[in-house]
C-alpha cells in the first residue's frame, strides 16, 4: 500500500487541535513539529540495518546495528515544509537538507517554482519530502520530478493532511510512493483549500495570515 494514515491516537488529538480557528502562531508552529516527528517515527520503521562492530564502554568490541548506506535528505517545500523540519532532523539528526521552493499560483493553483538547492548523491540517498498540505497535488508531483529528474530512487513523501485529490495525482505520478499522513481529509473546496484542512498551513507557520 502507497498511502498511511496514521492513526496513532497522539497523531489524532494533536492534529485536532490544529484545525482549531483560534489556534495561534505558536501553538501551529509547535504541533506542526511533533506531528511531523510521529510521522518520521512512522516512516522510518522499515530503514535498513547493518552490523557493526564497535569499542563498547569497556574497552570490547561490541556488535551494533546501524542504518544502512548513504544517510537520508530531507526535502522541505518551501514554505510551509520548513514548519515540519525540526520535527524531522530531531530523529534524523545527521540527515542532509535539500530544499524545493514552490508557490501555488491562486488562479490556476499551479505550482511555481522558485528556488532548488539539492545536496549531492541524491541516487544514493532516500530522500523525505515534508509538507504539510497535500491539496491538488501539484506541488508535491513538481517536487518528485525534480527528485526523479536527479536520479533519487528511493523517495518517501510526508503530509500533514492529505486530500483526495492530491493523494490520486501522486499515485498516479509515482505509484512506487510511499505517502504517510496525519489524516485523508473530505475533499477541496472551490479555491482548492483542503476541507476541513487547516486552512493556510504557511500563513499560520509564518504568522502571515
Ligand atoms: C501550500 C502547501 C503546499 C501547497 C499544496 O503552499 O504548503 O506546498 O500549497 O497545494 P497543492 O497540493 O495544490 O500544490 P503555498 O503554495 O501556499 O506556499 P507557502 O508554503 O509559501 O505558503
Ligand atoms: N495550501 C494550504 O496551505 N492549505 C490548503 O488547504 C491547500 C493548499
Not at 91 to 114: F, H, K, M
Amino acid at each position: 500500500m502507497s498511502v498511511h494514515p496514521i492513526s496513532h491516537p497522539l497523531v489524532k488529538h494533536k492534529l485536532g487541535l490544529m484545525r482549531a480557528a483560534d489556534i495561534s502562531t505558536k501553538s501551529f508552529r509547535e504541533l506542526a513539529c511533533e506531528v511531523a516527528k510521529l510521522l518520521t517515527y512512522e516512516a522510518t520503521q522499515n530503514l535498513e540495518l547493518e552490523p557493526a562492530t564497535i569499542e563498547g564502554w569497556n574497552g570490547t568490541p561490541i556488535e551494533i546495528e546501524q542504518i544502512k548506506g548513504k544517510k537520508v535528505t530531507i526535502v522541505p517545500i518551501l514554505r510551509a515544509g520548513l514548519g515540519m523540519l525540526d520535527g524531522v532532523t530531531d530523529l534524523i539528526p545527521s540527515a542532509r537538507i535539500s530544499v524545493v521552493g514552490l508557490y501555488r499560483d491562486e488562479e490556476t493553483l499551479e505550482p511555481v517554482p522558485y528556488f532548488e538547492k539539492f545536496v549531492s548523491a541524491l541516487d544514493e540517498r532516500l530522500a523525505i519530502v515534508i509538507d504539510p498540505m497535500l491539496a491538488t497535488g501539484g506541488s508535491m508531483v513538481a517536487t518528485l520530478d525534480m527528485l526523479k529528474a536527479r536520479g533519487c530512487q528511493q523517495i518517501k513523501v510526508i503530509v500533514l493532511v492529505a486530500a483526495p485529490e492530491g493523494i490520486e495525482r501522486v499515485q498516479t505520478a509515482y505509484p512506487d510512493i510511499e505517502i504517510y499522513t496525519a489524516a485523508i481529509d473530505e475533499r477541496l473546496d472551490e479555491n482548492g483549500y483542503i476541507v476541513p484542512g487547516l486552512g493556510d498551513a504557511g500563513d499560520k507557520i509564518f504568522g502571515t495570515r
